[in-house]
């Protein structure tokens, strides 16, 4: 299927002509000028859905990362499980509005609620697991959802190394007590804790409107 994209301006000028104003020459040369037809097909939208959907959780990741990391710098590992339960959403939020999409981290092993998987999102980490657990190569996803009007992108996190075990490792031997005291208190339904390197942590999930994607192309 082909996909035509008429720049906003001609619908301005449309509406414009309609009401009985007249648009002077000049104006419809500069929108010849600068209009260019695009002819899309799903597998280019797709493609660059997928392009997108990376660069936005890869953007995501680094925020939150980088300010974990000054976090615990400047407060330890029990500050930084603060400074998660106030700033975690508000980063992604953040994101979210600056490129007109929806992004979450989701879980079955979550940490804060709002981080439960739907249903679709359930069944992409089911398998995220299964690969993970099978030493499979987990590869981004990006489905159609909403009567194809949007995708769904998705990606998995995996524990890269032992700084993240001061939150998510075993209680018994790489969680400080101190630590532990703050996650039960935040976190009282908290499912989090008990990883190890390598293991699936959970995974992004961007929400992406096709006509976002055709905007941007």
């Given at each position: ?192 804790t008990g990883h190890k390197i390598g293991d699936l942590r959970g995974m992004w999930s961007v929400k992406i409107q096709k006509s976002e994607v055709?905007?941007?192309?």
């Amino acid at each position: 299927m082909k996909y035509v994209i008429l720049p906003v301006l001609i619908l301005f000028l449309m509406s414009s002509c309609g009401s009985g104003e007249r648009v002077s020459k000049d104006v419809f040369d500069d929108v010849n000028e600068a209009m260019e037809v695009k002819k899309l097909n799903e597998a280019e939208i797709y493609e660059a859905a997928m392009i997108w959907g990376d660069s936005i959780s890869t953007e995501a990741q680094k925020q939150l990362i980088g300010q974990l990391q000054n976090a615990i710098a400047e407060k330890g590992v029990p500050g930084a499980i603060e400074f998660c339960n106030v700033q975690a959403l508000p980063i992604l939020e953040e994101v979210s509005q600056k490129y007109e999409v929806e992004v979450r981290r989701v879980s079955n092993r979550y940490r804060n609620p709002v981080d439960q998987p739907s249903e679709m999102e359930q069944r992409i980490l089911e398998t995220y697991e299964y690969n993970v657990e099978n030493e499979l190569e987990s590869t981004p996803n990006l489905q159609k959802i909403d009567d194809g009007e949007a995708y769904l992108y998705s990606k998995a996190i995996v524990i890269p190394g032992g700084l993240c075990l001061n939150c998510h490792g075993d209680p018994q031997k790489d969680i400080s007590e101190e630590t532990l005291e703050k996650i039960n208190s935040l976190y009282p339904q908290d499912k989090a804790t008990g990883h190890k390197i390598g293991d699936l942590r959970g995974m992004w999930s961007v929400k992406i409107q096709k006509s976002e994607v055709v905007k941007r192309m």
